[in-house]
């Protein structure tokens, strides 16, 4: 009979094998390098020509920019959503004209670009000025904001309605039948079944809505609004400054990503009864 | 042989030549062709405007390839390097990424020609500017979409091709590619669309695009809902035409799947 008569002695752990500095490797560190030089001379250039007078002057106005700029989005998006619930419902009806106006309407303001609605309703409708004065809304197409929140409520309205469409036809037939079978009318069974279903479905693409039309927002600028892109373009045009466009895009980007950061919390937050 | 060439093209003018849209049926109105209308001046926007997104597609989508190559790397830092790159630039307008670019170059090119003892002004063609900025936002979108096609593609197709002693460019090119544009393909379309729509953006830096020429015809004869609606229209066919074709590159894609 054998048994072991001496335990092996204790060894340290083995060596972490060695990370070969492979051709990614080189290429990754020599890009970060790149960012990092980028970085540092974005954060010279701000420091090297760091003017508090300018900085006193469009600072407030930076501000006010971001203001009009998060007022008109969350304005459009709130009122695009109203006008989305009609055109999802025509878009899902089996009455082929009601069917077939709300697809024309999501494709022509789904493929032609924001500038191009903008213009056409600022510029465009501004040429009819004594019809409009006749009928009283001279005061609404006069307003450049006016304007830019219409075309914006528009165009979203016809992207939402394409998510909500999409977001509720993806609820299982079987919701539906469920529902029918517990004798709940329609509506109710819309409401409190299907709805909430769906919206879960729709949260990732609103956001990313909701995203789009923070970047796309920035085309009111060119109509004379001065939101954040308008007050970029003030300042760049008063002072050849080019540190105007890098103070726009950090305010940008640090919206776009506390957007990107609360959907990421929201979605699992939302959908904690699906896990398993 | 190039007059031929440029004979070819004008007979084939959808808008302006022999048979075109506005000399058919704009003769005699704003849109006419030649001096007596705007109709030359918009089929030149409307070149433009394909060309810029014809010009920036390959280089947006080899750009992107090679993000998406990087992000589904097992290099760390590798990743890292491309998360900032598509964080940054998925993040900005693509109005202020345009003018980002456009000064950006102007002011960089300047200071290393100054550094060089050249001083003058450095006027950057917008055309390029436009191709720079609009190339950059479309890769760092394309990247995603290929991406998530890379990860569509299943581990086995990469050891099948090992298995076969295909080294792994070849891999790349005979297995992976072929799947991985079929896969790709619906998100890099809605891509093309965006991006068609995105080159409106160029005419702010002075690019005579379509809403540039139509805009200036608008300002001049002051029937600027005219001109915007047959911009939009315009945009609008370009998209149709498009998706129709894209539509069947698709089905062209998809010849494999359909016969099973």
Known sequence: MTYVRELIAPQPAPLAPARPLTGARIAGIAILILWALLAAGLIAMVIGGWDQDKFLRYGPRYLNGLWTTLSLVSLAVVFGALLSLPIAFARMSQNRALNGIAYAYVYVFRSTPLLAQLFLIYYGLGSFKPQLESVGLWWFFREAWYCGLLSFVLNTAAYQAEILRGAIESVPRGQHEGAAALGLSKRIAFGKIILPQALIVALRPYGNELVLMIKGSAVVAIVTVYDLMGETRYAFSRTFDYQAYLWAAIFYLAIVETLRHVWAFLEPRLTRHLKR | ?260
């Not at chain 2, 609009?134 to 890769?139: D, I, N, P, T």
Request: glycine fraction near 10%.
């Open chain 2, 1 to 260: 042989m190039s007059g031929f060439f440029s004979a070819l093209f004008s007979a084939l003018d959808p808008l302006c030549g022999p048979v075109g849209l506005f000399s058919l049926f704009g003769s005699g109105t704003l849109v006419a062709c030649g001096e007596a209308g705007w109709g030359d001046e918009i089929a030149f926007g409307v070149g433009i405007t394909i060309s810029l997104a014809l010009a920036t597609l390959p280089v947006g989508l080899f750009l992107g390839f090679l993000i998406a190559l990087a992000a589904q790397s097992e290099e760390k830092l590798l990743r890292l390097a491309t998360g900032i790159y598509t964080t940054i630039f998925r993040g900005l307008p693509e109005l202020l990424t345009l003018f980002i670019v456009y000064y950006g170059l102007q002011i960089l090119i300047q200071s290393v020609l100054a550094s060089l003892g050249y001083e003058g002004r450095v006027e950057i063609n917008a055309f390029l500017a436009g191709m720079v900025a609009l190339a950059v936002v479309f890769s760092s979108y394309s990247s995603e979409v290929l991406l998530s096609a890379f990860r569509a593609i299943p581990r086995g197709q990469y050891e099948a091709g090992d298995a076969l002693g295909l080294h792994r460019g070849r891999t790349m090119r005979l297995i992976v590619l072929p799947q991985l544009i079929r896969i790709a393909l619906p998100g890099l379309t809605n891509l093309w669309l965006i991006l068609l729509k995105d080159t409106s953006y160029v005419s702010v830096i002075g690019l005579a695009d379509i809403l540039r020429q139509t805009g200036i015809a608008a300002r001049v004869s002051k029937e600027a809902f005219f001109f915007y609606f047959i911009a939009s229209l315009l945009y609008l066919i370009i998209a149709m035409i498009s998706s129709f074709g894209l539509g069947f590159v698709e089905r062209w894609a998809k010849r494999a799947e359909t016969a099973r």
